[in-house]
């Protein structure tokens, strides 16, 4: 920082001087208590590592025991089950009449014993459909290609094998997924006569089956082994640490088996207990060794954050592009920043051995906050500075100077003054512009009508001279030359506003009408063949009626003049009015099968006084181009899509 307090490197000797001291006393003290608590963190570490295989090892072993138990008791149930089946299937045959209470009388597992076991089962002779209590189920199950294909397995399995067979769960999304269907055979001297057929519920099964007690400690997931999806669960939400068991459910037919967690058991308290004494005796040695330190972390931190802020300040001082100063009510320059120095053209340590070294600085003005002025370095140069100034307070609110920001704005100005220069020059120049474009659309507009008019009474005078001609011929001739004379005077009157940027008379035009009107006929020029092609809906813009037409009329004739140059084909002029994508222009599309244009026409073709035809004025076009642009338009000459023609667009906006 170049005011004088820093304007050498602080001298921080004494800090490190006392940082190296207080070091070097408790030096040995802090080998000593890093390699005891070394060792002591090496104990806990090992202790702590052989509780927890301890612990996890033997919580390892009894739940892999549980979870055989849980096996062994599933199928157990199961087996149980296919021989109550199998006994009522031989009791169907023996007394077919039996059925309701005294059916249920009849010896069985859990799963008969208990409400909701079996949601439904019933005997199936052999060749017949399926039994009443079971149709519904078997009618709802073979709406699904897979679930018909594993009851069909089911059947034939069982009869095939002669053991019993299972087919689920299914997994049709209208009815439960965990339903399972189990087919029992029967045969009688070899010769199968028919099976019970039964359906239970494969998660009430599981509950009913897995006792509660076994539950509270683990998390039960019934899985299918072909799609290795989760088809339902039993029991509470499984632990942070997980110990997975797979459980085979050993029904023939079914991949089905159970994948068992464990639940967090407890943890030993004792061994804990010893380790909690153990970290608080290491948590004593720490704060020991952290007040043994302490002095030393605060004289290391007082030094990292002089050293930080003086790094800041420095940056700072050396990215500013604003130039920074503050001095006192005396005139001493207390701060300056480079940026300061080079646009004043003073060293930093001129500026403060002197005590009032700017000689050209204005004295403050407590009513003017921001000046410019013309100051004068010494090497005889002047620069433009605006400065922007502000009282320097202390913390109490008491002002001891001023602080000014400064911006050498020098070429700013000589690039305003050359700006102003040269829009003084442009102006002049536009204004010749402006009159010999008036000039030249005067021109160009009244080429046409006025030749139209000299036609007219050349033709009526010659007529007049041999007295071939009635009052009533006379008539139609003389209005058609009042309408081309009152047309002429419009278009003096229109470009004459144009030229002036004079406020158009904008009406709302219906371009689709506008363009059959001036186009009634199919023919334009000599034999020369005209498309329209119109939307059916109408096309609505705002324009003045007049200059539009104008635009339309050259773009069209100069497009029918191409048109003649086809060589092999009829002359044609294609014009398509449409909509942009987003419906907020209006597009024309004016298209020829002419001999088209050369690259170097194309470049210039919108210039003024240019013009590809021997006897063309060259403001047809560019005329065009400004009356679309005073619309909010524009024009623009499309790439050729074929060997010949020319194609131009323009477009002006369409009302909402």
């Given amino acids: 920082m170049p005011d004088k307090r820093d304007a050498q490197t602080p001298d921080l000797s004494l800090l490190r001087s006392a940082a190296s001291y207080q070091g070097k006393r408790h030096q040995r003290a802090l080998i000593l208590m890093a390699g005891l608590l070394l060792l002591f963190i090496a104990s806990a570490v090992v202790l702590v590592v052989y509780l927890q295989s301890f612990e996890t090892d033997e919580e390892i072993r009894t739940q892999s025991a549980d979870a055989l138990w849980v096996e062994e008791n599933v199928r157990f149930h199961l087996r149980r089950l296919e021989n109550d089946l199998y006994w009522l299937a031989q009791q169907a045959l023996e007394e077919p009449d039996l059925s309701g209470d005294a059916a249920l009388q009849a010896p069985g597992g859990s799963l008969r014993s208990h409400e909701g076991g079996l949601v439904a089962y019933a005997w199936q002779p052999a060749g017949t459909p399926a039994p009443p209590a079971l149709a519904a189920l078997w009618q709802r199950a073979r709406t699904n290609p897979l679930d018909q294909q594993a009851l069909d397995s089911m059947h034939d399995v069982a009869q095939g094998l002669r053991r019993p067979s299972y087919a689920g769960p299914l997994t049709e999304g209208s009815f439960p997924a965990d339903e399972v269907w189990l087919c029992v055979p029967f045969f009688e001297r070899g010769e199968f006569v028919g099976s019970y057929v039964a359906v239970f519920s494969l998660r009430k099964a599981l509950e009913l089956i897995i006792p509660a007690w076994f539950r509270s400690s683990h998390h039960v997931e019934v899985l299918d082994a072909g799609a290795e999806l989760q088809l339902d669960r039993v029991g509470f939400q499984r632990g942070k640490k997980e110990q997975?068991?797979?459980?085979?459910?050993?029904?023939?037919?079914?991949?089905?088996?159970?994948?068992?967690?464990?639940?967090?058991?407890?943890?030993?308290?004792?061994?804990?207990?010893?380790?909690?004494?153990?970290?608080?005796?290491?948590?004593?040695?720490?704060?020991?060794?952290?007040?043994?330190?302490?002095?030393?972390?605060?004289?290391?931190?007082?030094?990292d954050s002089l050293a930080a802020q003086i790094a800041l300040r420095r940056a700072m001082e050396d990215s500013i592009g604003v130039?920074?100063?503050?001095?006192?009510?005396?005139?001493?320059?207390?701060?300056?920043?480079?940026?300061?120095?080079?646009?004043?053209?003073?060293?930093?340590?001129?500026?403060?051995?002197?005590?009032?070294?700017?000689?050209?600085?204005?004295?403050?003005?407590?009513?003017?906050?921001?000046?410019?002025?013309?100051?004068?370095?010494?090497?005889?140069?002047?620069v433009t500075l605006l400065v922007h100034r502000v009282p320097l307070r202390y913390s109490n609110d008491r002002q001891i100077g001023w602080m000014s920001s400064v911006l050498d704005v020098t070429d700013r100005r000589k690039a305003e003054k050359a700006a102003h220069v040269q829009q003084q020059r442009l102006e002049s120049a536009g204004r010749l512009v402006a009159i010999g474009e008036v000039a030249s659309t005067l021109a160009h507009e009244l080429n046409q009508p006025l030749g139209a008019l000299s036609s007219f009474a050349s033709g009526l005078l010659n007529r007049l001279r041999l007295a071939n001609i009635d009052s009533r011929q006379?008539?139609?001739?003389?209005?058609?030359?009042?309408?081309?004379?009152?047309?002429?005077?419009?278009?003096?009157?229109?470009?004459?506003?144009?030229?002036?940027?004079?406020?158009?008379h904008k009406v709302d035009v219906d371009l689709a009408d506008f363009l059959r009107g001036r186009y009634p006929t199919t023919l334009i020029a000599d034999k020369v063949r005209l498309e329209l092609l119109l939307p059916s809906t109408p096309v609505v813009v705002k324009a003045d009626i007049v200059l539009f037409e104008q635009v339309v009329r050259n773009v069209v004739q100069n497009a029918a003049e191409a048109a003649q140059s086809a060589a092999g084909e009829a002359p044609r002029v294609q014009v398509t009015l449409s909509l942009s994508a987003d419906g907020a222009q209006a597009i024309i599309s004016v298209s020829d099968n002419g001999a088209g244009i050369d690259a170097d026409s194309r470049a210039r073709i919108f210039d003024a006084f240019y013009s590809s035809k021997q006897d063309g004025m060259g403001m047809g076009l560019a005329i065009c181009r400004s009356i679309l642009e005073a619309h909010h338009g524009g024009i623009e000459l499309l790439e050729p899509s074929t060997a010949s023609g020319t194609c131009f667009r323009f477009w002006v906006p369409a009302n909402e």
């Avoid at 029904?251 to 004494?277: C, E, K, W």
């Avoid at 340590?349 to 004295?363: H, Q, S, V």
């Avoid at 058609?480 to 158009?504: D, H, P, W, Y």
């Fill in 323 to 382: 130039g920074l100063f503050a001095r006192d009510s005396m005139g001493t320059i207390l701060y300056a920043n480079r940026a300061f120095c080079d646009m004043v053209g003073y060293r930093d340590d001129t500026l403060f051995d002197t005590i009032k070294p700017l000689r050209d600085w204005p004295e403050p003005d407590a009513g003017q906050e921001e000046v410019e002025l013309d100051f004068h370095r010494q090497d005889g140069t002047t």
């Fill in 474 to 504: 006379i008539e139609t001739v003389v209005e058609r030359i009042s309408t081309l004379a009152e047309k002429t005077g419009q278009i003096i009157q229109r470009v004459n506003a144009f030229a002036r940027r004079r406020e158009m």
């Fill in 244 to 303: 997975r068991f797979l459980a085979s459910l050993d029904m023939p037919g079914s991949d089905t088996y159970l994948r068992i967690y464990a639940v967090d058991a407890p943890y030993a308290t004792v061994p804990r207990a010893l380790l909690g004494t153990a970290l608080l005796f290491l948590i004593g040695m720490i704060a020991s060794l952290a007040f043994l330190r302490r002095d030393m972390d605060k004289r290391q931190a007082v030094e």
